[in-house]
């Protein structure tokens, strides 16, 4: 019996049906537009149909058993049709299930031995109709899929989407970039749905692969973010012997001042939660080996590509890598020794956990300065240069301001950052905007955010994200690098040349050895 239940036209084709992408089917159902729910797996698309029959949307929500159906009812010009299904990593699978469903077919699995073959949406759309990829793809592969859909006249977004689950129903951060005609087309409907902050949290990135571009830097600032973060809380358990409970009233603190935002918030209350079966505090019984989908990579890959350092993002994927060795490390734990921890009095303890905010704030300030330099660089860079990458130029203004709402990375911090940018488009480094400048040069911040790196060493606890972070303050501050020495170094063994400080010119050697 066929599940396909579809009245009339309808303005959206949604295809993928997990949980962000049924939640955005609610959502833009709950703003007036009609729906079709798609997914690859038919039982998925049924179970949702019968989930959706009892919601107050159902009049708007229909559903279909695959997207030849579906693309039958789409309005035509003005439909969209939004995937939601899983990318792929260029660099290990040039061609993913996204191009499958776009360009060669796809397929309806009903059963383990029923499957229908689908053609490629390409043939299947009707014409006018925007493609959307809504998921996390590799902006190269989002570049390679704007240039073939625009060779067959057909207009498409890469869209970056965040926001989790929550977001996706109640109003997501969305970064759309791409074709301008496919965004004046249905850049209303995607208004109409995303957040809200000082306008809504979607706005048009720029062409090709602007929208994945800017979303790739969006997850590598949430590893740096969390990364500080869960530093943080591990040493003030450590060294002050506090439990998560205790430790709540610290960050809840923090929260509510200038480190406010959806990350610390989060992590406030997972600090509050305990365990249904043992009553342990719910971090005693997470095991400690962090995943990721891929993304935070990708931002790191990028920023290598285009040479722009971002010690803080890569050092938190760095963390993560090191995390999945759990047998090693814990075998590691007893064959290498380490110091005794420091016992703290009571001022002591004050004066840490003083630190601690400063030192947490310093890295956020670090992961965003990072991230926003990265998109700028790839903004300011010769296409022609980089094989046809970054041909695009994105708002930073708008960047900052998107983020405030729906998405992962959405904090107080991005107030000044916005503000910077709006004084400042050519802003070269977050870090030089008047009111960070301020909170930088401050003498007891930067003690503050030295006495914590400097303890967490003394005692053998992981600085990963916030110790980079120092790092990168004090290396992009310093107006002489010992990279004099490694360019001598250079010209000795392979005769690389160097520049020098008092002619121009990069053809000059260091005189004859003896």
């Known amino acids: 019996m066929s599940v396909t239940n579809l009245q009339g036209d309808y303005d959206l084709i949604l295809y993928g049906l997990g949980v962000m992408g049924e939640n955005l089917v609610r959502n833009f159902a709950r703003n007036g537009y009609r729906v079709i729910g798609v997914n690859y797996v038919v039982p998925v698309t049924e179970k949702f149909a019968r989930q959706v029959a009892r919601e107050d949307v159902r009049d708007r929500v229909g559903v279909a058993e695959t997207l030849a159906e579906a693309c039958k009812r789409l309005k035509s010009p003005g439909g969209a049709v939004l995937t939601m299904i899983t990318a792929n990593d260029p660099v290990t699978q040039p061609w993913g299930p996204i191009d499958q469903v776009f360009f060669s077919g796809s397929q309806a699995v009903r059963s383990d031995t029923e499957r229908e073959e689908v053609p490629p949406l390409v043939e299947l759309a009707p014409e006018g ?17 704007c240039a073939e859909l ?13 926001g989790g689950p929550d977001g996706a129903l109640k109003g997501p951060c969305i970064m759309p970039g791409g074709s301008r005609k496919a965004y004046d087309v249905v850049g209303k409907m995607l208004q109409d749905v995303a957040a809200q902050a000082d306008g809504p949290c979607c706005a048009f990135m720029g062409p090709h692969e602007a929208g994945h571009y800017v979303k790739s830097v969006h997850n590598g600032i949430e590893y740096g973010i969390m990364q500080a973060i869960s530093e943080v809380y591990h040493a003030l358990a450590r060294l002050l012997g506090l439990k998560p409970a205790e430790i709540q009233p610290i ?68 963390a993560r890598i090191m995390s999945s060795f759990k047998p090693e490390r814990v075998a590691a734990a007893d064959a290498l020794a380490c110091a005794p921890l420091k016992e703290f009095d009571p001022e002591g303890r004050d004066k840490l956990i003083e630190a601690a905010g400063d030192a947490l704030y310093g890295a956020m300030i670090a992961s ?60 070269h480094n977050i870090m030089l905007a008047p009111p960070l400048r301020r909170i930088l040069n401050d003498g007891s911040f930067q003690q503050n955010w030295r006495a914590w790196v400097r303890t967490m060493v003394e005692n053998g606890l992981p600085a990963d994200a916030i110790g980079n972070s120092l790092n990168y303050f004090d290396t992009y501050r310093a107006a002489r690098l010992p990279a004099d020495m490694i360019q001598a170094q250079r010209d000795r063994f392979g005769k690389h040349g160097f520049e020098r400080t008092d002619r121009p010119g990069k053809g000059h050697h260091l005189p004859p050895s003896d």
């Open 129 to 145: 109709t925007v493609i959307i990829d809504g998921g996390n793809s590799h902006p190269r592969s989002t570049r390679r899929r």
């Open 150 to 162: 625009e060779k067959r006249n057909m207009l498409f977004l890469g869209a970056g989407v965040s």
């Open 251 to 318: 960050f809840a603190e923090m929260n509510a001042g200038r480190h406010g935002g959806y990350l610390m918030e989060i992590s406030t209350e997972i600090l509050g939660l305990t365990d249904a079966e043992t009553g342990a505090p719910m971090l005693d019984v997470v095991l400690d080996r962090a995943g990721q989908k891929g993304t935070g990579k990708w931002t790191s890959q990028l920023a290598f590509d285009l040479g722009v350092p971002v010690p803080t993002l890569a050092a938190a994927l760095q």
């Open 368 to 427: 965003y300065a990072q991230g926003c330099w990265l998109i700028q660089e790839a903004s300011r860079a010769d296409p022609d240069e980089h094989g046809g990458d970054y041909d695009f130029t994105v708002p930073m203004d708008e960047v900052a301001r998107i983020w405030k709402g729906g998405c992962v990375i959405r904090s107080r911090l991005l107030d000044p950052i916005r503000e910077a940018f709006l004084e400042n488009p050519d802003l």
